[in-house]
């Protein structure tokens, strides 16, 4: 049996593997639906945390507010992904909302990973499945200061 550090470098390895995996799965699904991967993450985004404003998503994405996101909003809504509304309770305010009709063409690229990750996890246990999701919680929890981390690096 392996040592313990030889079991966490052998995760070290296999996240990073996973990592490039899922690029490359991004990558691959928004060729598919005709997008780049930076207009692939801004509707991820806007999927999994609702409508928000253009400043907001610049800063989720790590873009600049103003020609970059714009560049972004305008390409998804002229493809029809995304609409821009005004906030009901600030008029200057514009509020960017996914199109759910044609983000469902989008997540249809993505059936095949989901497909293989359902079947994955109903053959695990209960205990398994509440250790994967912890790692996964805390993964997500740290991202963000591991981000800011690495943009304040010279």
């Not at 390895?13 to 207009?39: E, K, P």
């Not at 600030?90 to 509020?95: Q, T």
């Not at 059936?111 to 053959?123: K, L, V």
Request: proline content about 6%.
């Amino acid at each position: 049996m392996p040592d313990r550090a030889e079991v966490i470098e052998e995760m070290r390895v296999a996240l990073q593997r996973s990592a490039m995996w899922s690029m490359m799965l991004q990558h691959a699904a928004a060729s598919r639906a005709g997008i780049n991967m930076t207009d692939s993450q801004c509707i991820n985004l806007l999927v999994l945390d609702g409508p928000q404003t253009p400043g907001k998503l610049a800063h989720s994405m790590g873009i600049t507010t103003g020609g970059a996101i714009t560049a972004v909003i305008d390409r998804l809504e002229k493809a029809g992904y995304v609409k821009r509304t005004r906030d009901p309770a600030d008029r200057r305010r514009v509020i960017v909302e996914p199109v759910p009709e044609a983000v469902s063409r989008v997540a249809a690229y993505f059936e095949p990973i989901a497909r293989a990750f359902t079947d994955r996890m109903s053959e695990l246990t209960d205990e398994q499945l509440e250790v994967l999701a912890e790692w996964i919680r805390w993964s997500n929890e740290a991202m963000p200061g591991v981000l800011e981390e690495i943009e304040r690096m010279p």
